[in-house]
């Protein structure tokens, strides 16, 4: 008689190992701490770079000088970084739970596409040029697409592979829309150009105002949904017995993902990759259970992303390349790597 073998995630029903359990917890202060060093990094490397002295004075003794002007400036680029970064990671591990994917990311999926594209529209069609008119834009952009997706990918008999080629076919065709508008309209050309990249350079204490409170909504609801979805991975019927509501489940995750991808999006443009590559590579480490994930996730996406960033000001000094463009770079052989290793172990 053959014996069905157990589940991949049990993360709820097996508590870890003390020791296991010890070293997940050295590790977040690990990675806590070269996230620290990251933001440092970003606030003294640039065109000019700065001593750590300078950054000290720049941070705790405004003294009106050249440098504390320069750490003002590249403290909301870091924390503007640190916000975004927590969000792609959380929405795309979120996302990869949910559709029991470890592939899938909002940009794969179109969300991103959603919010960029509806961006563009505003700036173009509707004449909007401030970050309180692109979020709400950006919001309702990347909900559409993400309902679209569902729909497309079979609503509640969706399927990894469904979900995974309805969005890149979306994205496809948003990304293209994107292109014809700016194309077309010379005007918004310059205005779009460098936010479709991807950029932290819009970084400033209102920009983060603005933004804050969806981001720490999206951050408290990704984090709060570990649990069930950690049920949900078991298999429906087994998440049932459980007590999971599946169908609650389903539609808050991906008001998260659309709600974290959403105000990242609007801040910062389209940042791909990075809700991809973080999950995946602290679920190689964490295991399966989302209650470090997540956590994980928020934590090592801002070092990609502030880290990514302080690259492009190194690469092209004086000037500087967006972190979309350094994070598409880093992410494509990644995302390769990522596809075959998944085909050899199927086969």
């Given at each position: ?78 924390v503007l970084g640190l916000l975004a970064g927590a969000a792609l990671g ?150 049932k017995a459980l007590g999971a509501d599946l169908n609650r489940t389903r ?97």
């Open positions: 008689m053959l014996v069905e073998s157990p589940p991949e995630q049990r993360a709820d029903d097996v508590p870890a190992p003390p020791r296991r359990r010890v070293a997940r917890s050295l590790g977040l202060l690990v990675s806590v701490a070269i996230l620290v060093f990251v933001m440092l990094a970003s606030l003294a490397i640039g065109a000019k770079d700065l001593s750590l002295d300078q950054v000290w004075h720049g941070l705790f003794e405004d003294t009106g000088s050249y440098s504390d002007v320069v750490v003002a400036d590249r403290l909301s680029r870091t959380l929405s795309g591990a979120v996302l990869q739970a949910l559709t029991r994917n470890p592939l899938a990311d909002p940009g794969l999926l179109g969300i991103n596409a959603g919010a960029s594209a509806a961006v563009v529209t505003a700036i173009t069609f509707f004449g909007v040029t401030s970050l309180s008119g692109y979020v709400w834009f950006a919001f309702f952009g990347a909900a559409a697409v993400g309902a679209l997706v569902w729909f497309l990918g079979g609503s509640r008999g969706a399927t990894p592979v469904r979900l995974v080629l309805a969005g890149t076919a979306i994205s496809a065709a948003l990304y293209g829309y994107i292109q014809a508008v700016m194309i077309l309209d010379d005007a918004a050309l310059g205005r779009m150009r460098f936010w479709t990249v991807g950029s932290l350079s819009s970084g400033s204490a209102s920009t983060i105002e603005q933004v804050l409170p969806f981001l720490l909504v999206g951050c408290a609801l990704a984090l709060l949904l570990a649990r069930p979805l950690n049920a949900m991975a078991m298999g429906d019927d087994t998440a539609a808050l995750s991906m008001l998260a993902a659309t709600v974290l991808c959403g105000a990242a999006t609007a801040a910062c443009g389209p940042i791909v990759f990075v809700g991809l590559m973080v999950p995946h590579v602290v679920r190689s480490f964490t295991g399966p259970d989302l209650r470090w994930i997540l956590p994980y996730a928020a934590i090592l996406s801002p070092v990609l992303l502030i880290g990514a960033d302080v690259i492009g000001r190194i690469v092209t000094r004086p000037a500087e390349l967006q972190v979309g463009i350094v994070t598409a770079i880093l992410g494509g052989p990644v995302f390769i790597l990522l596809v075959r290793r998944r085909r050899t172990a199927q086969l």
